[in-house]
């Protein structure tokens, strides 16, 4: 430093020509007239002229149109206040190439000299000027305007609201979309307070506490910067977002910005929705395929599977299979209906897995068959009867009371292993075992049972030629008329006598119904009992042959035909005929069924219901039957034991049929008491062994015989 102040003291006048070309502004020295005395060599780069060019010009031709006057204003101004430095001033210079250019310039007064550092003279005071080109500020300042109006109009476009808040609380800023989204008339952003913006805005929210605990709280963090979603109470959403508004490392204020996001709200709500819809769908599918609709019990994949399973699961000892299927049940579906019917499953299947919550699976196989599989359980058996206890328990359905009842088979995985299948047809065995045994009982499966399989399905073989080997006859039952004194029908029933061995009835007709055998023995019977009473009937016009009819005969179109026929074979008038059949067959009648009896009748034939007062059926329904007689159980008559009780039931039954027109027989008379008791009830007809067993055709005498005496017996009383 000191070097250079040293130095400074003998600038030479050629140094100091030297420092003037160095400075970096360009420097030109006027006149009072204006004229330029000099120029360096940072003038002559800014004006594209020499030193020599530019000497002697007026300084004006280097200022653009509109400001040759700002240099003799500051001439004038500093000659005015010569201690004051005027600010410099914006011009537009022009270079020697016509181009104009931004530029700044500040002047000073150079005092009047006697001796010029060249030597010479100044004779009057000159003016300094520094000039400097602001090309490169310009070009700054119109980026940011350009910048602005850019940002102003994406502001104005953009679908988001925006909101500028300053740092003291006051609106800084906003754009249309803001306002069209809260629905704030602008004039409410010219006011000095926020308040009422506030006011609008949380009115409009659905959650104002936590919508204002979001805006307090960033306040309190000016920093911060927040996302979250705004629910509005007209259903619309806003996101909201958040930032600090900076200028260089200072916060100024909040920008808050709001985009409504409703319509991918709502089409993401209608996604999730679909979805879960979807969802839904699949999953009743699922269950669908595994779940009996009507029970919700299991169904039989999933009682395979599982019994699989347990099979193959080598730790498990104990497997259980306990088969079932509901005694009577087609009766409760004829008669009262197939709803009924389908309650009385549904009830089922509730008592059922009410009595075996720990089953691995309670299942309905099909139609009144359950399953239920158990595995790991001590005592089986007493399970099996405890379902068969349960399910005993009467229960009413449509009005009516019913006792469902079971018949339940129970296979156990023994020492042997056995397969799937294996062990439910063992299970199936045993409930056949328990519904012959009588219903309503469980048994379990021993090997014994499968003879009795073996013999059913021989049995069944043997059924089938039973007819064309002549096993099937006919025995002959006599039914009297007390007030006659005579016998006045016979009832035919079939028998079978297989290899010299008599098959009871109660086991081969069922057979036979279940076979579809049965229309070729029934007519076997009928035809048998017309040739063989035939010579009797004709005795005695109001004598007749009464012929067991089941459903399925009467299924077939010509079933009326067929019998009509018979009748004119063997000489019998069709109006000795009584076709007897039971309530069932009019439970799911068709037109055909009807259509049948009806010709029948025509011809003269009549119809006895048999068994009556069995079955659910009840008394109010006899009016609609197409019959003529009805024929009393031996149940109700088997309840006269002294003759000295009150059986309304009895009377009822007997009051009931009389006023509707029809005659009444009595069956399973055994005792003169029982005879008795019926006749003052005024029972027409009566049958029963009192009278005589049923008797093969040439034993018809004596049947007629034994009958007439039972009678004679009876007056003598
Ligand atoms: P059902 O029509 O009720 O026949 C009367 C049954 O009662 C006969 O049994 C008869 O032997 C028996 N019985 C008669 N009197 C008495 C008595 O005083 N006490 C007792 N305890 N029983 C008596 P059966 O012959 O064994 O026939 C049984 C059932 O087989 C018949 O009952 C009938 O429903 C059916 N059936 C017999 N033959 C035929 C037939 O040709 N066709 C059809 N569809 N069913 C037949
Ligand atoms: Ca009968
Ligand atoms: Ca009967």
């Known amino acids: 430093m000191a070097g250079s102040r040293s130095q400074g003291k003998s600038f030479t006048a050629q140094a100091f020509g030297a420092v003037l070309d160095a400075s970096p502004d360009a420097l030109l020295a006027l006149a009072p007239d204006g004229t330029v005395t000099m120029a360096n060599a940072a003038a002559e780069r800014l004006f594209g002229a020499s030193r020599e060019e530019l000497t002697g010009r007026n300084h004006q031709v280097l200022l653009a149109e509109g400001f040759r006057d700002e240099v003799d204003q500051l001439f004038q101004q500093l000659l005015a206040q010569p201690g004051k430095h005027p600010q410099p001033r914006e011009v537009y210079g022009v270079h020697s190439s016509g181009t104009e250019f931004p530029a700044e310039v500040a002047a000073s007064l150079i005092p009047a000299l006697s001796v010029t550092s060249r030597g010479g003279s100044l004779a009057a005071p ?129 920008v808050w910005s709001f985009r409504d996001v409703t319509p ?22 699922r269950t ?93 058996d007493a399970i099996a009867a405890c379902i068969v206890r349960c399910l005993h328990v009467p229960v009413t359905i449509n009005g009516t009371v019913l006792r469902p009842s079971l018949s339940l088979g129970l296979a156990s995985l023994g020492q042997e292993s056995v397969g799937a299948s294996e062990l439910l047809r063992h299970a199936d065995i045993a409930m056949y075992a328990a519904k012959a045994a009588g219903k309503n009982r469980f048994l379990r499966f021993h090997p014994d049972m499968m003879a009795a399989l073996v013999q059913r399905t021989d049995m069944e073989s043997g059924l089938q030629l039973a007819v064309a080997r002549g096993e099937i006859s006919v025995d002959f039952q006599p039914i009297v008329s007390h007030r006659m004194g005579q016998v006045v029908k016979f009832e035919a029933l079939a028998r079978w006598d297989r290899g010299g061995e008599r098959v009871p009835p109660s086991v081969f007709i069922p057979l036979a119904e279940r076979t579809g055998l049965i229309s070729e023995i029934g007519a076997e019977v009928m035809a048998l009992g017309m040739v063989q009473l035939a010579s009797w009937l004709s005795g005695d016009p109001s004598r007749s042959l009464s012929v067991n009819v089941s459903g399925v005969q009467l299924q077939e179109p010509d079933f009326a035909e067929q019998v009509l026929r018979l009748a004119e074979a063997s000489g019998v008038a069709p109006y000795q005929l009584v076709l007897e059949v039971t309530e069932s067959v009019f439970f799911d009648a068709d037109c055909s069924l009807i259509k049948q ?79 008795d008791y019926l006749v003052a009830l005024e029972c027409d007809s009566l049958q029963g062994y009192l009278f005589s067993l049923p008797e093969p055709g040439e034993r018809l005498e004596y049947a007629l015989h034994h009958a007439e005496e039972a009678l004679n017996a009876l007056k003598a009383r």
């Open 288 to 380: 669908m395929a595994f779940q009996d609709p009507l029970t919700g019990l299991a169904n039989r994949a999933v009682f395979n599977d599982g019994l699989v399973d347990a099979l193959t699961e080598p730790r498990l000892k104990a497997v259980d299979v306990l088969l079932l299927d509901l005694d009577d049940f087609k009766e409760v579906n004829d008669i009262l209906g197939h709803q009924a019917g389908d309650d009385m499953l549904i009830e089922v299947a509730r008592r059922l897995r009410g009595c075996v919550p720990t089953a691995d699976v309670v299942a309905r196989l099909g139609g009144d068959e359950f399953v239920v599989l158990l595995t790991a359980c001590p005592d089986p």
């Open 597 to 675: 009896l009806s010709t029948l009748r025509d011809a003269g034939a009549r119809v006895a219901l048999d068994d009556f007062g069995t079955g659910y059926s009840s008394l109010g329904r006899l009016q609609d039957l197409p019959v003529d007689t009805v024929k009393i159980d031996k149940t109700f008559v088997s309840m006269v034991r002294t003759g000295a009780e009150r059986l309304p039931i009895l009377s009822s039954m007997i009051n009931m049929a009389h006023s509707l027109g029809l005659t009444v027989t009595a069956e399973g008379v055994e005792t003169a008491a029982q005879a």
């Open 264 to 285: 991918r709200r709502k089409a993401q709500e209608q996604a999730h929705q679909a979805m879960l819809d979807l969802a839904a769908q699949a999953e009743k599918l």
């Open 126 to 254: 000159q003016l300094l000027l520094s000039v400097r080109s602001t090309s490169h500020r310009k070009s700054a300042d119109e980026d940011l305007r350009e910048a602005m109006s850019l940002l102003a109009a994406t502001l104005e476009s953009t679908a988001d609201g925006i909101l500028v808040m300053s740092a003291e609380g006051r609106v800084a800023g906003f754009n249309d979309q803001f306002l069209r989204m809260w629905g704030i008339p602008p004039e409410l952003l010219d006011g000095d307070s926020e308040e009422p913006i506030m006011r609008l805005v949380v009115a409009q929210v659905a959650d104002p506490v936590a919508f204002m605990g979001r805006v307090n709280e960033l306040e309190d963090n000016p920093a911060a910067e927040s996302h979250d979603v705004v629910d509005f109470k007209d259903g619309r959403t806003f996101e909201r977002y958040s930032r600090p508004q900076r200028v260089g490392d200072n916060i100024v204020g909040r």
